[in-house]
């Protein structure tokens, strides 16, 4: 390869914009669920939705709690357990959905590189040692 095709091509498919605290299964699971459900989500229904247990989703909001993404929200009810919603920070909407077009975009690439590859014929070693594609 020549050295300015080299610098066109490294890091290429390293995806730095890809938000490490947002990549994880679970958190993506989390904010998946709040982003359907438009405002806040209670605790219990969150931990149902994205089947977690109860310690397991605590270790990830405090995560996302951390990162601004989320707010927590505790309701206290005279002689009931209270309450805990989870809602988006304004910055963290904007953060999963900026997110979100980072993943698309890797799709729609990816996508059209799959499609031209199944439309280009195989590549063959020709007897000089070259490569060359079988005519279609």
Not at 10 to 39: K, N, W
Not at 43 to 62: P, Y
């Amino acid at each position: 390869m020549s050295g300015a095709r080299d610098g066109e091509q490294r890091g290429r498919f390293a995806y730095p914009e890809l938000d490490r605290v947002l990549h994880e299964r679970a958190r993506l699971g989390i904010l998946s669920c709040l982003i359907t459900h438009q405002v806040k989500v209670a605790f219990s229904e969150l931990r149902d939705l994205c089947d977690l247990t109860d310690g397991n989703l605590s270790r990830h909001l405090k995560a996302l709690e951390e990162a601004g993404i989320i707010a927590l929200e505790r309701e206290e009810k005279e002689g009931a357990r209270p309450t805990t919603w989870i809602a988006f920070t304004r910055g963290g909407r904007k953060r999963f959905l900026d997110y979100v077009e980072v993943l698309e975009s890797i799709v729609r690439t990816s996508a059209a590189s799959t499609r031209a590859s199944r439309r280009a014929p195989p590549a063959v070693v020709l007897p000089d040692g070259s490569v060359g594609r079988v005519p279609a």
